[in-house]
């Protein structure tokens, strides 16, 4: 029940675009003005919740640590799990983003003759990094539709992505790859009843948003072929501001880009932000330097304080006749100021 108003609204998001581009007028708002209006709310959101991210101050360290510390030479720190330089920080980060380190390391807790076992779960971690990786060689792709002439590193990512050439138009590997794991991932939120228990219905959201664009897509490719030179066309106008809307925009790319449209508009609102937010997670991007050096809090205001020497000072006499140890004195014996 959670994933129907979610289906719907993707339904809903088709229905518009089939329907609606009958006629001139509806052709250019959802062909134009929606992308438009799409990909401004896009960037606009994303620089700006990126930017109060910035903007929090953070004095202290604060990086999730998962070994040891740097103490005595002679115990050996855990560089990764526990980084006290930029560097090891940086490292981590880099498999974190790259490889997704600590999901990699996620835990499955079961019930075993009435016994809580802890086992290995490597599937979420191999799905959500096989999603991520063909996502990024398919919008990598998508820019010989952008720019032109087509940069030579996307010409040789298609050649590449469609090395094991099944049929003609070629079946690019990232398309099968996205197809399997974005069908896993909504399939492990149905099936798996603790992730079904916390799904909310806007965790389905971006899943069937994302599995109708690449059914679109594929719709596109293989079934219902579009001008793929005439969408290169109407795209090129599109970046520069001077779109021409042509016959070239039939139903199904319409369904491919308001789908797209709807995705890059609620990109700033939802969860799909840790695209950025990963970059600025104090409990990542730290060294744990905490205590080799002093972070001193800027927000301390100034406060008067009354030192122990100061306070020796003024009842000096008093602790002499009493015969007390004169430590602020000794020590000044001492070091001599
Ligand atoms: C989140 C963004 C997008 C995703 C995930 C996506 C995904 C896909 C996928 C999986 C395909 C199947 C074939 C292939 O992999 O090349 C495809 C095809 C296609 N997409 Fe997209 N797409 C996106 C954005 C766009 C945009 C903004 C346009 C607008 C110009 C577009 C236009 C097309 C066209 C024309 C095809 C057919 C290509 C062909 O027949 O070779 N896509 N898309």
Redesign the pocket.
């Given at each position: 029940m959670k994933a129907l108003s979610p289906l719907l609204a993707v339904l809903a998001i088709v229905g518009f675009a089939v329907v609606g581009g009958h006629t001139h007028a509806g052709l250019v708002f959802l062909a134009v003005f929606v992308p438009y209006a799409a990909f401004a709310v896009f960037l606009v959101g994303f620089c700006y919740r990126v930017a109060r991210w910035a903007w929090i101050p953070v004095p202290f360290r604060i990086p999730t640590t998962c070994g040891q510390q740097k103490s005595l030479p002679w115990i050996k720190p855990a560089s990764l799990d526990n980084p006290s330089t930029g560097w090891g920080a940086f490292r981590r980060m880099a498999l974190e983003i790259l490889l997704f380190r600590s999901l990699f390391r996620n835990n499955r807790a079961r019930l075993h003759d009435r016994r809580l076992v802890l086992g290995e779960d490597r599937y979420l971690w191999l799905g959500a990094l096989a999603f991520h990786w063909s996502?990024l060689v398919?919008?990598l792709?998508?820019l010989r539709?952008f720019v032109q002439p087509v940069p030579v590193f996307v010409s040789v990512l298609s050649r590449l992505d469609g090395a094991f050439q099944v049929g003609t138009?070629a079946l690019?590997i990232?398309?099968v790859v996205?197809l399997g794991t974005l069908v896993y991932l909504t399939a492990r939120r149905f099936r798996n009843p603790l992730a079904r228990y916390l799904s909310m219905p806007i965790d389905y959201l971006a899943l069937f948003l994302?599995l109708g664009?690449?059914t679109s897509?594929?719709l596109?490719?293989f079934v219902v072929r579009?001008d793929?030179a005439a969408?290169k066309q109407f795209?090129l106008g599109l970046a520069v501001f001077r779109p021409v809307v042509t016959s070239a925009i039939t139903p199904i790319?319409l369904v491919?880009?308001l789908l797209?449209s709807a995705?890059a508009a609620y990109f700033p609102f939802s969860k799909l932000m840790h695209m950025g937010g990963v970059f600025l997670s104090p409990t990542r991007n730290l060294a744990n330097n905490n205590r080799s050096k002093r972070h001193v809090n800027p927000w301390n205001h100034p406060v008067k304080t009354h030192s122990y020497a100061e306070w020796e000072d003024e009842f000096r006499d008093k602790l002499k006749t009493a015969n007390l140890p004169l430590e602020a004195e000794d020590a000044r014996q001492i070091t001599g100021h």
């Open positions: 996502l398919i919008l792709r998508h539709l138009p690019y990232s398309d996205i994302l664009i690449v897509g594929l596109m490719r579009v793929v969408i795209a790319f491919h880009l797209v995705l």
